[in-house]
């Protein structure tokens, strides 16, 4: 049971390049978020899924988009990568609204 | 607008001390709470979750707090050890009626034991 993996851990972009970002949870969770850590800010939500094929915008959506084709994944695109975008990124996976959230080991993406 | 709020932002104690950190927020309507724990480089992993009943829960050597009339909650650690060096991050769920709930973080303490 590895509980929520994400791929890759690291990962250095130039600006205007594009990448996907994988998320899988092995939990049958209905819920997967994704979250950016910044420093000396809390986690902020990219965007969300409630099921297989359903996602929907979190507090700050712009220049990523998801999709959920699959319950067990949820990926997160950068399509013209900013500088800005120069964060950690977390994936988390909950059953429903009321449990705790189980949280991937991060991505860190550099964009230069 | 939905705020958590941690104090304080920085702690450094002596190991086998015990410690308080203060999280306030106005998230409404509240749903639950909950402490994280996030070693550095790694995901936050959770410590407790507490709903409106209830006011405390404990954990091993961590027991959270819940005050739902002042929206203030609490992170007492006993006897420190090196290992609880990481941040800790407060999270309270609003309550929704259809898709997932809203969580909101705050910016975490950080805490440093040592020897």
């Known amino acids: 049971n590895a509980g929520v993996t994400q791929t890759p851990k690291f990962r250095v972009l130039k600006t205007g390049q594009s990448m996907t970002l994988l998320c899988a949870q092995d939990?049958?969770?209905?819920?997967m978020y994704w979250y950016r850590q910044d420093p000396g800010m809390g986690l902020r939500l990219i965007h969300y899924?409630?099921?297989?094929?359903?996602?929907a915008k979190g507090e700050v959506p712009d220049g990523y988009n998801v999709s959920r084709l699959k319950k067990q994944n949820f990926l997160l695109g950068l399509e013209s990568a900013a500088p800005s975008q120069t964060s950690v990124y977390f994936c988390?996976?909950?059953?429903?609204?009321?449990?705790?959230?189980?949280f991937g080991q991060g991505t860190r993406l550099t964009v230069v | 607008k939905n705020q958590v709020e941690q104090s304080p932002q920085s702690l450094i104690i002596l190991e086998g001390k015990n410690c308080t950190l203060q999280?306030?927020?106005?998230?409404?309507?509240?749903?639950?709470l909950r402490w994280y724990k996030q070693d550095t480089g790694r995901g936050p992993v959770s410590l407790t979750i507490?709903?409106?009943?209830?006011n405390t829960k404990s954990n091993g050597r961590y027991t959270a707090t819940l005050d739902a009339d002042t929206k203030q909650s609490s992170l007492h650690i006993t006897a420190s050890q090196l290992s609880d060096s990481a941040s800790y991050i407060c999270?309270?769920?609003?309550?929704?009626?259809?898709?997932?709930?809203?969580?909101?973080f705050g910016t975490g303490t950080r805490l440093t034991v040592i020897p």
């Open positions: 999270v309270v769920s609003d309550l929704q009626e259809t898709g997932a709930n809203n969580l909101f």
């Open positions: 899924s409630v099921g297989e094929g359903t996602t």
């Open positions: 999280c306030n927020y106005t998230v409404s309507p509240f749903s639950n």
């Open positions: 988390a996976s909950t059953t429903d609204r009321a449990t705790e959230a189980f």
């Open positions: 507490m709903t409106f009943s209830e």
């Open positions: 939990m049958n969770h209905e819920y």
